[in-house]
């Protein structure tokens, strides 16, 4: 079982940047996918960066062009380089892993709050 720590969130102005880090109790390198998803008030959740065991990435139209996720397997982190920032991207950010063991595991962090001013 592997435990997921957000952190870096916090207030920052429209147009400023962010970077949130994601850290793992154990080795994420055979973790089929380390993600962020986000959660505003009264939104549902939703996955708005990917990457996955061979360093592939994918993004949500929303934050494509302004976020960039990485991970280092050896260092057993995952980030989030957040630029341009807008008052809609205002959440909790969830750092998220979905490993396939015998049928597929996920595993959540606890979430950071990021809030963007106008």
């Known amino acids: 079982q592997v435990q997921l720590v957000e952190s870096g969130g916090g207030s920052v102005q429209a147009g400023g940047s962010l970077r949130l880090s994601c850290a793992a109790s154990?080795?994420?390198?055979?973790?089929?996918?380390m993600g962020w998803f986000r959660e505003a008030p009264g939104k549902e959740r939703e996955l708005i960066a990917q990457?996955?065991?061979?360093?592939?990435?994918s993004y949500a139209d929303s934050v494509k062009g302004r976020f960039t996720i990485s991970r280092d397997n050896a260092k057993n982190m995952v980030w989030l380089q957040m630029d341009s920032l807008k008052p809609e991207d205002s959440a909790v950010y969830y750092c998220?892993?979905?490993?396939?063991?015998?049928?597929?595991?996920?595993?959540w962090g606890q979430g950071t709050q990021v809030t963007v001013s106008s």
């Open positions: 998220n892993g979905r490993q396939l063991l015998l049928q597929w595991v996920e595993y």
């Open positions: 154990g080795s994420i390198a055979s973790i089929n996918a």
């Open positions: 990457i996955n065991i061979g360093g592939s990435t």
